[in-house]
Structures are given as C-alpha cells and as structure tokens.
C-alpha cells in the first residue's frame, strides 16, 4: 500500500516537473515578430476609359415638338328653331360658300303669323295717325298719344319677330368650308339647338402641339416654323398663338402653328411634327449612346478635369439626326468619356486612352478562297 502511495507521488512530480519546463522554456525563447499591417493602395487598380476631345461648334438649334393638324374653324350648324326638314342642299365632303343654304325647314304657320302682324301694324299705324292728328287740336291728351305710339311699336316688334321666325327655317353655311358631317335627313323632326351639319375651315389650317415650360420662353409668335406631315410633306409657316396657361396635368402649353392650305390639301387631325428654329449656338455633337442619367433623372455626360478626376455635367438636347444628337450646357473644349461611362463615378480618378490615339479598327483580311480545283481527267 505504501509502496503504490510512493510510485503515485513520484509520477505527479514529473509531470509537474514536465510542465515548470516548458514554461521556462518558453520565457527564454526570442518574442515572436510581428507583420506589418497590410498594404491595401497596392490593392486599388485605377480604372481605364477611352475618351474624345471635343470642340464646340455652330449649330442652328430647333425646338422639335409632335402634334396633329387641326382645322382653324370648326362648327356644328344647328337650327334656330323648330320645324320638319323638307330639303337638304349639301352632302358629306361638299365645299360651301358663306351664306350658301343648307337646310329649309317647313314654314308651318310662320307665313300666316308674319301676315297677321303685318295686318295689326297697319291698324295700330292708323290709329297712331289718328291720335297724333287729335293731339294737335287739343282734342286728345297726351297719354292717350303716348299709348297709341307704344301699341303701333309693339306691333313693328310682332312683324321683326314673326320675319325672323321665317327666315331661321333656312338654314345657311356660317363661313367658307367642307361639309363634315350631316346630323339629319330630310323628313327629320329638329328642335332648337339641334345639328344639321358640321362645317369646317381647313384654309389655312393649323399644326398644334404642346411646347415644355422651358422652351416656352424661346419662341414667340410670329416666328417661322417648319412642319412635316405623316406623308413626308413639308410646310413653312409661322407661330400664331402661344399659351399663357399651362395644362395642369403635364406642365406643357399650347403653341399653334399655321399653315396655308388653300386646295384644302391637309386634312385636320393628322400627325405632324413642328420644328422651331431659334438661332445659332455653341454645341457638340456625340452619340446618343454616352448620354447617362443620375438618380434623379438628371441627363448629362461625364467628362474628365485636367486631374483625370470624372465630372458629371448636365446637358439639354437641342438637336438630333441620323448623325447623332447635339448638346448644349457644355464647356467649349471638353474631355468626354466615351467607353467605360458607366462604370466610374463622379470624383473618381482614372486613366484615360485618347480615341485618337488607337490604331483604326480592322475588319478580318479577306483573300482568295482556296478549293477543289476542277478539270477533265484523262
């Protein structure tokens, strides 16, 4: 037993003893180094764009709006009174003249009602007469004139009323135009205030469109305007009206351009496309595939500073053709970046590779085409 206590207490000093030296040890071994914290700027790579140099020049700049023809005039002709439609005198399509019938309406009773009071004029204007003579030997007073006179002017009244009546069961054309539509036939009952036909003026005619509160300061009326219309044909013409009300839906005004057309050639309600000059300006002109938006909707282009840093600058389009657009609102020499637009930002540092100084792109080389040769074998 004791023996087994003495063997117990000699193992735990060596393991004791074991680990007292790997302590030591440790406190004489030299102290670790350390590393130095890591070089992260050896990690950042400044991005690569190619880019243009560009310098500004003239250019007629044009406002482009697209709208529709309308006619000047537009009329639905409807009738003063009432009565059955004995005679039609125009069809669809037809030119008519100011003044020309369109429409009669049956007189009814208005002949005899008009004759009626031509009859009562006539007493009334006797009796007036008659008063009048009495008045000045002092056998009549003067109300009695007064009342005589009032009855032979009620009377002329009844006659213009009963003449006016007649005369508004001829229907009559308000202006030269085409007839557009027709709202009845003959035999149709028509009331007061109802449609016999719609009359429009299509000389001259006017190309509308709405302009954006923008440009609205940048024309004025009277200035020269170019439309084409959906067929390809071109007209001069001129502004005649500028809104001085904005739609409150889209911000934009009315401008209304107009155009001769005296063979009444263009039709009303057809797509045109209004162009409006405003002078020569400052601009460049670039592909449209450059253009970039901010998170605002902000429309620009990003170039580049003398410290290659990129800069955002807003732009407005002022022109466009197969060529590419025109732009305004930028400095007259500028560094534009043209390839890698997107994928830099604003502040950013880059490394920029002039357009001009890349060799001139090669399509594959293209030489005779080698193949069976054919021939006659003996």
């Known amino acids: 037993m004791k023996r087994s206590y003495l063997i117990a207490g000699v193992l735990a000093l060596a393991a004791?003893?074991?680990?007292?030296?790997?302590?030591?040890?440790?406190?004489?071994?030299?102290?670790?180094?350390?590393?130095p914290p890591a070089d992260l700027t050896a990690t950042q790579i400044v991005p690569t764009v190619r880019v243009r140099r560009l310098i500004a020049q003239p250019h007629q700049a044009e406002v482009i709006?697209?709208?529709?023809?309308?006619?000047?005039?537009?009329?639905?002709v409807k009738a003063e009174t009432y009565g059955r439609i004995i005679e039609l005198k125009v069809e669809k399509g037809d030119w008519v003249e100011k003044g020309a019938i369109l429409a009669r309406l049956s007189p009814g009773e208005r002949p005899a009602n008009l004759a009626e009071?031509?009859?009562?004029?006539?007493?009334?204007?006797?009796?007036?007469?008659?008063?009048?003579?009495?008045?000045?030997?002092g056998y009549r007073a003067e109300t009695q004139l007064a009342g005589a006179k009032a009855a032979l002017e009620a009377a002329e009244a009844a006659v213009a009323r009963a003449q006016v009546a007649l005369r508004n069961t001829t229907i009559r054309a308000p202006f030269d135009g085409l007839v557009a539509a027709r709202g009845a036939e003959i035999g149709d009952f028509?009331?007061?205030?109802?449609?016999?036909?719609?009359i429009i003026d299509l000389d001259p005619v006017l190309a509308v469109a709405q302009i954006s509160e923008r440009d609205r300061g940048r024309v004025a009326v009277g200035a020269p305007a170019r439309v084409t219309l959906i067929g390809g044909r071109e007209v001069s013409?001129?502004?005649?009206?500028?809104?001085?009300?904005?739609?409150?839906?889209?911000?934009?005004?009315?401008?209304?351009?107009e155009l001769p057309n005296p063979a009444a050639e263009i039709p009303d309600g057809i797509t045109a496309e209004i162009r409006l000059p405003l002078g020569?300006?400052?601009a460049h002109r670039v592909s449209p595939a450059i253009l970039t938006l901010t998170d605002d909707g902000t429309i620009g282009v990003k170039t580049?500073?003398?410290?290659?840093?990129?800069?955002?600058?807003?732009?407005?389009?002022?022109?466009?053709?197969?060529?590419g657009v025109w732009l305004s609102g930028l400095p007259d020499r500028v560094t534009l970046i043209t390839v890698g637009q997107e994928f830099v930002a604003e502040g950013q540092i880059v490394h920029p590779v002039d357009e001009a100084d890349l060799p001139p792109a090669t399509g594959p080389k293209s030489g005779p085409k080698s193949g069976p040769k054919s021939g006659n074998n003996s």
Do not use: C
């Open 16 to 35: 004791a003893g074991w680990v007292v030296s790997g302590q030591v040890g440790q406190d004489r071994s030299p102290k670790a180094a350390r590393k």
């Open 304 to 323: 580049l500073g003398p410290d290659n840093r990129v800069r955002f600058h807003p732009i407005q389009i002022i022109g466009d053709g197969t060529d």
């Open 117 to 137: 009071a031509k009859a009562l004029r006539e007493q009334r204007k006797i009796e007036y007469q008659a008063s009048a003579r009495l008045s000045e030997k």
């Open 190 to 198: 028509v009331d007061k205030g109802d449609p016999v036909a719609r």
């Open 65 to 76: 709006l697209r709208g529709r023809t309308e006619a000047i005039r537009k009329v639905d």
């Open 237 to 257: 013409g001129e502004v005649r009206f500028v809104a001085a009300e904005a739609e409150p839906a889209t911000r934009t005004f009315r401008i209304e351009v």
């Open 280 to 282: 020569a300006v400052a």
